[in-house]
């Protein structure tokens, strides 16, 4: 089994920057991608970026593009989502989530991803 553990998450101004981690621990040799997820209240989750584990290749939702970037550290089995330029609707619980094995599916589709972390909150003030 995999476990996954978000944090960086917090209260910051518009136009500021947070890093959010997702720490996974346990059977993690196989891991395919890594996705970032995020749900504001009442609103469904919206896929935010993605990232190929061996290759490092990325995703990101058109909404986040040039203002965040996401990465890896394949030693300490550790995703990160850097933020910045944050803005208000930017304000959600955030999360990872892990696919283990090749898939064709985009990474944008939540349903494939087999792990799934707590969820961080993230609010920017106006």
């Known amino acids: 089994q995999v476990q996954l553990v978000e944090s960086g998450g917090g209260l910051v101004q518009a136009g500021g920057s947070l890093r959010l981690s997702c720490a996974a621990s346990g059977r993690t040799f196989s891991t395919y991608r890594m996705g970032w997820f995020r749900q504001a209240p009442g609103k469904e989750r919206e896929f935010v970026a993605g990232?190929?584990?061996?290759?490092?290749?990325?995703a990101y939702a058109d909404s986040v593009k040039g203002r965040f970037t996401v990465s890896r550290d394949n030693a300490k089995n550790t995703v990160y989502l850097q933020m910045t330029s944050l803005k208000p609707e930017d304000t959600a619980v955030y999360y990872c989530?892990?696919?283990?094995?090749?898939?064709?599916?985009?990474?944008?589709?939540?349903?494939?991803?087999?792990?799934w972390g707590q969820g961080t909150q993230v609010t920017v003030s106006s």
């Open positions: 990232i190929n584990w061996k290759t490092g290749s990325t």
């Open positions: 989530a892990r696919r283990g094995l090749f898939t064709g599916q985009p990474m944008a589709v939540a349903q494939h991803y087999e792990t």
